[in-house]
């Protein structure tokens, strides 16, 4: 097979894991696949990284994981959690897969488009959680099923489904997205956007140093089991605490990421570790193995536990450029299909920052993938652009 071929198989598993990861990567180990195919495809092209800033970031990611994989073998508690672990670190290689198949992604799309519409339009019709369908599909793919961006039109469709999307299937995440994408088309520049981040980030944080005496109260619990009257107690605390206990779970662990594993986070924990004591527990039988593999339902919390500050520095640096490059060029990329790669990527972040997603194997793949092809979109325009300078003589 050429290369046209083995992208298009490899784009389809890709969207088909997107589609349905739970099936996909519990019982075929796509995102192992599509990871391993990702390493193969670096070592074809002699492990040769891209010169663009994305790339560089993401070999940082890359030897920031290394280093966490070699360091924890001293570390660990046993291999089985390391393991498990390890999918932070080789699921980058999926990046890979998107930045390499760039030029093949449109025309693979193109041959499979018609068959995902379907698939979409029947289980937006008829829900059926995970067997069949994923809380997060259409917020992290429909978009790559639309042809052609018609401006606001297009926006509101797709903000649309996603929210028909997150009603049947219940993903506030979802609803989230939706709205992450209205925003930003409706941001008028960048330096709009970048405020209304910083100013939210800091009302957060007075908001959670303000509570975080209350959080501290799951240390009242001497054991997982006991957590839930713990909890129980912070709810009671305070009035807005109490209106969603599965936000105020949520914070709690945060608050044990960031504050009781200070200043260890800054190093970064590992691999193979345990890392949080108090959780809430559905499965009775896992609670040995929760230490180990809870999220903080924010993958960049959990990251930044595992792996340290370095991490937060890479990844402040990518989304800095990536959300630079939408804002100053995204006239230009509404013109083209690569718009649809940015909302993708868009609502990975939303998903990433409210769910565990690069420390799972349902869906760490596909971020890094995705993240993959909106670098090799990037590198097509500033090649585009290189030319038009050097024909026209603009600089």
Not at 100 to 125: E, P, T
Not at 210 to 223: E, K, R, V
Not at 312 to 331: A, D, G, H, M, S
Request: glycine share 6%; aromatic share 24%.
């Amino acid at each position: 097979m050429n290369n046209k071929h083995i992208y298009f198989l490899l784009f389809t598993a890709a969207l088909l894991y997107m589609t349905v990861p739970y099936f996909f990567e519990k019982y075929l180990f796509f995102n192992e696949l599509l990871s391993f195919s990702g390493f193969c495809i670096l070592s074809a092209n002699r492990f040769k990284i891209g010169a663009d800033t994305i790339s560089k970031i993401v070999l940082a990611f890359i030897l920031l994981g290394l280093f966490h994989a070699v360091i924890s073998i001293f570390r660990m508690d046993s291999i089985y959690y390391y393991l498990r672990n390890s999918v932070i670190l080789y699921s980058m290689f999926t990046y890979f897969i998107g930045y390499y198949g760039y030029k093949y992604f449109v025309s693979s799309i193109k041959k499979v488009q018609n068959f995902f519409r379907f698939y979409y339009a029947i289980f937006l019709l008829k829900p059926a959680e995970n067997v069949f369908f994923d809380r997060f599909s259409i917020s992290t793919s429909l978009p790559l099923l639309f042809k052609r961006h018609r401006g606001f039109y297009t926006v509101l469709l797709v903000s649309f489904f996603t929210i028909i999307h997150a009603l049947d299937y219940k993903s506030a995440t979802s609803f989230v997205a939706a709205l992450f994408i209205l925003f930003l088309y409706l941001s008028p520049s960048y330096n709009f956007f970048r405020q209304v981040v910083i100013s939210g980030f800091l009302i957060f944080t007075v908001f959670f140093i303000y509570f975080a005496p209350n959080f501290a109260l799951i240390h009242t619990s001497d054991q997982p089991l006991n957590d839930y009257l713990a909890i129980n107690r912070i709810t009671s605390s305070n009035y807005w605490l109490g209106l969603d206990e599965n936000s105020t779970w949520r914070l709690v662990l945060w608050y044990q990421y960031i504050v009781d594993r200070f200043p260890g986070n800054l190093f970064g924990y590992g691999f193979g570790t345990p890392v949080v004591f108090h959780f809430p527990i559905l499965d009775i039988d896992k609670l040995a193995t929760l230490p180990y593999v809870i999220g903080a339902h924010n993958t960049f919390v959990t990251l930044f536990c595992r792996l340290g500050i370095l991490f937060v520095i890479n990844i402040i640096l990518l989304y800095t450029q990536v959300f630079k490059e939408y804002f100053y060029f995204r006239r230009h990329y509404e013109k083209t299909y690569d718009i649809f790669i940015y909302y993708s990527f868009f609502a990975f972040f939303i998903l990433c920052f409210f769910n565990p997603a690069l420390e799972t194997p349902l869906h760490s793949g596909g971020y890094w993938l995705i993240l993959g092809l909106l670098s090799g979109a990037i590198k097509k325009r500033k090649e585009l652009f290189q030319d038009l300078n050097g024909k026209t003589g603009f600089t």
